[in-house]
């Protein structure tokens, strides 16, 4: 296994969910845009890293504003 498999595995299994929401969004596969996101920084230097976790924080803050309430009950 090479480390850019290493690498793969280590952010799928550690990540924010950034890549399969932005993938489900977008109707393509997840694996598409990690490996967008890692040939991003690695030709950036870091500037994809950076992004990904804006994106990262900003959904986080998204989530916390914007719950979904079941019922009109919950207010």
Same mark, same amino acid.
């Given at each position: 296994?090479?480390?850019?498999? $290493?690498? #793969? +595995?280590?952010?799928? /299994?550690?990540?924010?969910? %950034?890549?399969?929401?932005? &993938?489900? !969004?977008?109707?393509?596969? &997840? $694996?598409?845009? !990690? ?9 950036? %230097?870091?500037?994809?890293? &950076? %992004?990904?976790?804006?994106? &990262?924080?900003?959904?986080?803050? $998204?989530? #916390? +504003?914007?719950? /979904?309430?079941?019922? %009109?009950?919950? +207010?």
């Amino acid at each position: 296994m090479n480390i850019f498999y $290493k690498a #793969l +595995l280590y952010f799928q /299994k550690r990540g924010y969910y %950034v890549c399969q929401r932005i &993938a489900d !969004r977008l109707g393509i596969r &997840a $694996k598409v845009v !990690r490996t967008t996101f890692m040939y991003l920084t690695f030709v950036t %230097v870091g500037f994809g890293f &950076a %992004v990904y976790l804006f994106i &990262a924080f900003w959904m986080r803050i $998204k989530d #916390l +504003l914007y719950t /979904k309430r079941s019922s %009109v009950f919950d +207010l």
